[in-house]
């Protein structure tokens, strides 16, 4: 096993059946490279199909899970590996604690939220480890140009571009978790 991959991504299911395609090849191929994936633990949406794809190609998968997430009936019953918290912190905290690396797929504000905590915490040297966005259909064009325009308007330094690496497909985004070397950047301060 070469390690936890944490993957952020979508519990919604009413979307574009591409990125359900792209979510479930993402979970075929990071088992075919030996990761592990880290994941919210639900059954529907992005979450849903990057654990199928997972699990279908003998992978395996840690749900992390808050109880009241459980108590309503959204934990997969797919999952044998399932670490229930006690609240949404504590699965983020959980999470990054496990992940040797990051991979943002589509999703809402939840999403969201995760992948630049994590990239806050990344700037601030509190975790080390890669994240890989990977925009399916151009998903995070928006996102990204933001966050160059943060750059370009002294918010960020030009260096924290390297906080975070872009991957169009699946297998592009595998290539790169393969191939990562940590970079250094400038402090925030």
Known sequence: MKGNVC??????????????E???ELGGRLAEG???CVNGGG???????????TLDAGGMVTGVIPKFMVDKGWCYDRLEDVII???????????????????????????LEEMLETLTWRQLGL????????????????????????????FMKSSHAALWQV???????????????PVEFESKY
């Open 127 to 154: 975790v080390k480890v890669p994240v890989i966005i990977l925009n399916t259909l151009g998903y995070y064009d928006a996102l990204l140009e933001m966050l160059h325009h943060a750059i370009g308007e002294g």
């Open 43 to 53: 059954a529907v949406g992005l979450m849903g199909a990057v654990t199928d794809g």
């Open 85 to 111: 918290t006690a609240d949404m912190h504590q699965r983020k905290q959980i999470m990054s604690e496990m992940a040797d690396a990051v991979i943002a797929l589509p999703g809402g504000v939840g999403t």
């Open 34 to 36: 030996g990761w592990r």
């Open 22 to 24: 792209a979510a479930r």
């Open 7 to 20: 993957v952020f991504c979508a519990s919604s299911a009413d979307i574009d059946t591409r990125y359900l």
């Open 167 to 181: 991957a169009t497909t699946p297998a592009e985004a595998i290539t790169l978790l393969d191939n990562y070397h």
